[in-house]
């Protein structure tokens, strides 16, 4: 299994101040990966626990639920794929998903069963740190004001604070980013969007992989869509990208 390199610091974005001390649960076979894994977030403040395989991960995740994991996606037996599906079966908690370079196919898997978001190995420590910080932002309020009230709109209700949100007052299963996808959609209705966009105002990030927006608009419209394959509220904008419609108006 490839190991984290060090090249130069990340580029990955910060997004605010440190998230402050968190518990994160480490998953990888490879206890090389696993140890400076592990050794770079505790050195930013965490808590790790450590598995080296899914059953494990599973049962430390029950005994202390984690506020973040970070799941390799190749392991022996349980794969991450099915840890993550696990994991979300059990509530939210966010995933940073481990991939292979250039595993375009894997990637997408990861992102289809809810993992929030993923580093490529080989990676650079630095680099995981702060998108851990980021994904773990993004889930607590922030504090010293209120959270953005979000205005109804087609059915839905979205709490910022609470990190909630309903259509027709049924509760919606959102991953984080998710939420926050339809949260900026939801501030910005009639503006299109390109994926590039999205993915530098909702992910944060100046570059990346844009099917990762891809599906995660997907998998959004199968939550807030009445027909996912006939979506009226998030609309497609051939050759620009995509455009949140609150009055629901159907497309040619």
């Known amino acids: 299994m490839q190991q984290p390199h060090q090249p130069a610091p990340a580029q990955a974005p910060p ?16 206890p090389t990966v696993a140890e400076v894994v592990a050794g770079y977030l505790e050195r930013a403040g965490h808590v790790v626990d450590r598995a080296d395989d899914g059953p494990t991960a599973l049962e430390r995740a029950a005994a202390h639920r984690p506020d973040l994991v970070v799941l390799d996606l190749m392991l022996p037996g349980m794969d991450g794929l099915e840890v993550c599906r696990r994991l979300r079966a ?25 993992a929030d978001d993923y580093v490529t190995k080989p990676f650079s420590p630095r680099e995981l740190v702060l998108r851990v910080e980021s994904v773990l932002r ?21 709490d910022p604070g609470a990190r909630r949100a309903t259509k027709e007052g049924t509760e919606l299963a959102l991953t984080l980013r998710e939420f926050d996808l339809l949260a900026f959609f939801l501030r910005h209705p009639g503006r299109a969007f390109a994926r590039e966009e999205l993915m530098r105002e909702v992910w944060g990030w100046d570059f990346g992989d844009l099917s990762t927006v891809t599906v995660h608009v997907r998998r959004l419209r199968g939550k807030v869509e009445d027909d996912p394959a006939r979506p009226r509220l998030i609309q497609t904008v051939w050759g620009v990208g995509y455009r949140f419609d609150p009055a629901g108006r159907e497309t040619d």
């Open 15 to 30: 997004d605010g101040p440190p998230a402050g001390p968190a518990r994160i649960l480490v998953v990888d076979d490879d």
């Open 90 to 114: 059990t509530g939210p908690v966010p995933v940073v998903m481990l991939t292979a370079r250039g595993d375009e196919d894997d990637r997408i898997l990861g992102l289809e069963v809810g």
């Open 138 to 158: 993004r889930t607590r309020p922030a504090t010293g004001r209120a959270p953005q009230v979000l205005p109804a709109a087609a059915g839905l209700t979205l």
